[in-house]
């Protein structure tokens, strides 16, 4: 009987908490030191590949420097680091006690020992909600509210899609009206209505001003399909359809999901065609405000290091 070989976990960017005693360990020289300057370092000790070295959060920050800042800020609040001046940190006398007193590591647990670092956590957000964004999976801050707005984003995209396949062929023209006119597409709500019209086939198309001024127009065709996918045949039905219409420019709209052929085949073709499937019609949606509500927001501030710089 063959013997299953157990998969090896896959490499990752180590959390900011993993990154606090190699961090601490480079400072152990007593020399001043830049971040970005010791993102080489850490990454040898942790044999990164260039892949991981290189990877970067969604606003396009390299995402090793961005937990290292989050790692030397844990460490200067607890008095293991200081900043001699701006942009660099240096270990101080607590810093090379610690590497003493903790050789197997550091993290958070451990840095509270120090009450500057408990007075440090302990203003926490005032509602229950935001703090449980703050810190989980080992995950910085930032990091750890990105996930929780990215996780939460999904369901509610989910939860759109749903009621879009739901809803009557009446409500899903309406919806797709109601999203171009965001988008920009069509003119006024009138003009657009007018445009689109029911199909039968419980879709909508038509064409649609592709601005409000009506310099170009887009063959749209809509398709409140689930139990199949849009095939190689309903796109090159829909590209004769748009070249009788004389539009050089098509948006195929479906609450299922495309063919490999059919994403091939406008690879093809000369007029543009632009496909949205299901899960990409219920990003646009939630991007653009359609059939949800603002309910709350958070902005994201960062030091100003210029401003205090006399």
């Known amino acids: 009987m063959a013997q299953s070989v157990a998969s090896k976990p896959t490499m990752t960017v180590p959390t900011y908490e993993q990154l606090m005693f190699p961090l601490l360990q480079i400072a152990a020289d007593r020399q001043p030191h830049r971040v970005r300057d010791l993102a080489g370092k850490v990454a040898e000790r942790f044999s990164l590949p260039e892949n991981l070295k290189q990877e970067t959060l969604p606003d396009g920050r390299n995402r090793l420097i961005h937990r290292l800042e989050w790692a030397r ?161 309903d796109i090159q039905q829909f590209v004769g359809a748009l070249q009788g219409k004389r539009a050089r420019k098509g948006i195929f709209i479906t609450t299922s999901d495309f063919a490999n052929s059919a994403r091939e085949y406008i690879k093809t073709i000369d007029n543009k065609v632009v496909l949205i499937d299901g899960a990409a019609l219920a990003g646009l949606l939630f991007t653009y405000g359609i059939g949800v509500s603002e309910v709350k927001s958070y902005v994201m501030k960062r030091i100003d290091s210029d401003y205090f710089e006399e």
């Not at 701006?86 to 003493?100: F, H, M, Q, S, V």
């Not at 935001?130 to 990091?143: C, F, K, N, S, V």
């Not at 689109?196 to 001024?213: F, N, P, Q, T």
């Open 73 to 233: 800020t844990s460490l200067k609040k607890a008095g293991l680091l200081e900043y001699p001046s701006r942009g660099l940190l240096k270990i101080t006398e607590r810093g090379l006690a610690a590497l003493k007193e903790s050789p197997g590591g550091i993290d958070n647990k451990y840095l509270q020992k120090f009450p500057e670092f408990l007075e440090f956590k302990n203003r926490k957000p005032e509602r229950r909600e935001e703090a449980a964004l703050i810190e989980t999976e080992g995950l910085d801050p930032e990091e750890a509210i990105e996930n929780s707005y990215l996780a939460l984003r999904g369901e509610i995209e989910n939860d759109l899609l749903i009621r879009a396949k739901a809803g009557s062929p009446e409500f899903f023209e309406q919806l797709v009206i109601d999203l171009l006119l965001k988008m920009g597409y069509g003119g006024s709500r009138k003009e657009a209505g007018r445009a689109i019209g029911k199909s039968g086939d419980e879709g909508i198309d038509g064409v649609i001003d592709e601005d409000a001024l009506g310099l170009d127009v887009v063959y749209v065709q809509a398709k409140r399909w689930s139990n199949r996918s849009v095939n190689r045949q």
